[in-house]
């Protein structure tokens, strides 16, 4: 399984952007997927999460409506649309999938597949 992010880029406070997590092997519908971040000089932290098809999600607070996670499953893609950003939403934004679950999870130490990243930087 391969998992490659796009969409991220430079803009302003208060802008919206949409990210994407392409996934490579056919029958990854059946994973339960997850969006991190990592700011520099920090912890890579959990964003959002969605269940296998989609309709049981997870955010962390300081995203949480703000932020959208969704899945098409018949594009194996996940996205991220993120609206009202802040600088502090500044970081390498990572998709990860859950090969061993099909539900949705905040622990980082469950994701066993990672992508290389898509830099959001929001400008004050």
């Not at 490579?24 to 296998?52: D, I, L």
């Not at 999600?57 to 893609?77: C, E, L, M, P, Q």
Request: proline content about 2%.
């Amino acid at each position: 399984v391969q998992l490659v992010e796009s969409g991220g880029e430079l803009v302003q406070a208060g802008a919206s952007l949409r990210l994407s997590c392409a996934i490579s092997k056919q029958t990854a519908t059946n994973y339960a997927m997850g969006w991190f971040r990592q700011a520099p000089g920090k912890e890579r932290e959990f964003v959002a999460a969605t269940n296998w098809i989609g309709d049981s999600t997870y955010y962390a607070d300081s995203v949480k409506g703000r932020f959208t996670i969704s899945r098409d499953n018949d594009k194996n893609t996940m996205y991220l649309q993120m609206n009202s950003l802040k600088p502090d939403d500044t970081a390498l934004y990572y998709c990860a999938l859950d090969s061993h679950s099909l539900m949705a999870t905040k622990i980082r130490a469950e994701y066993d597949t990672w992508g290389q990243g898509t830099q959001v930087t929001v400008s004050s």
